[in-house]
């Protein structure tokens, strides 16, 4: 069975998803521009048996779910364009993204539950300091 392609579609929300099952799907993405991604498994591994996806995104939003370095990669040719990035509850892999989108996210939004501020307030200071090109930043906790 063969994908159908999605010419309109520039939004996609995603929750509870394997990233290596969803891939297929994102290939056919061609002018995605926002992407949310929702208690998700990445899979990041399996990633590399795929092209990277043809869009390119301005709006990134990650909840509760921890992209591991082989999808922060895999989503690296699409990051490029990035203006705005929320994330919240992605523990160290904030460090990731940075290594990988940095120098490209104008506006950053980082939300931290409260229980949780003394385990991850060092780790999210210590890898917003790889969003050099910063314009906006607000850190919630």
């Known amino acids: ?13 995603v929750s509870g998803q394997n990233f290596h099952l969803l891939a297929p799907l994102l290939l056919r993405l061609s002018i995605l521009e926002s992407f949310e991604i929702l208690q998700s498994h990445n899979g990041g591994d399996l990633l590399e048996h795929f092209s990277p996806p043809p869009f390119k995104l301005s709006t990134l939003s990650i909840s509760q779910t921890e992209p591991s370095p082989g999808l922060c990669k895999w989503l690296e040719s699409s990051s490029q364009s990035i203006e705005c990035l929320g994330v919240q509850e992605i523990g160290v892999s904030l460090g990731h993204l940075a290594k990988v989108i940095g120098g490209f996210v104008q506006k950053v939004h980082v939300k931290i539950l409260v229980d949780s501020i003394a385990d991850s307030d060092s780790e999210t200071i210590s890898a917003l300091f790889g969003f050099a090109g910063l314009r906006r930043l607000r850190v919630d906790g």
Not at 1 to 13: A, K, V
């Open 1 to 13: 069975m063969s994908l159908p392609e999605y010419p309109y579609l520039r939004e996609l929300i």
